[in-house]
């Protein structure tokens, strides 16, 4: 009966390490990856409003949209904030005299596009905390 005993709690120990060892490693990737993809989020986030930075801007876009692949979020959440962004970059304009002290500045217009804008990058917030809810609402 011994041998029966020891061998069924080694292979019960062989097949609970092969199953969480696994879910940890990966779970600690996803994590990174998640993070990679915040970071690069604030990066976009940085260069939209700056109109004279279209190239860092779109090198941001691009390695966000790479990072949020890497992270498996969800496509059309990805796709639904770069849109977004994109349209609300558009709709800023320069104007004089905006600024506390009366200097020229960048003016964002309140409206369905910043609306827009706020609620992708919600959703986005929101895959990147809840990644299994992000996957069921795509």
Known sequence: MTPWVTLISSLGAAI???LVA????QRRERVAARAEVRRALTDVEA???DQDRYQEFTRALSAFEASAILAGLPRGVVA???KAVEV??????????I?????????????PVTEAHELALER???????PWLGRRRR
């Open 22 to 25: 696994p879910l940890v490693t």
């Open 99 to 111: 600024g506390p002290n009366g200097e020229d500045g960048w003016a964002i217009t309140h409206g």
């Open 124 to 130: 986005l917030g929101s895959c990147l905390w809840h």
């Open 16 to 18: 609970i390490g092969g």
């Open 88 to 97: 609300h970059r558009r709709s800023t304009r320069f104007e004089h005299g």
């Open 47 to 49: 260069l939209r409003i």
């Open 80 to 82: 639904g904030y770069m």
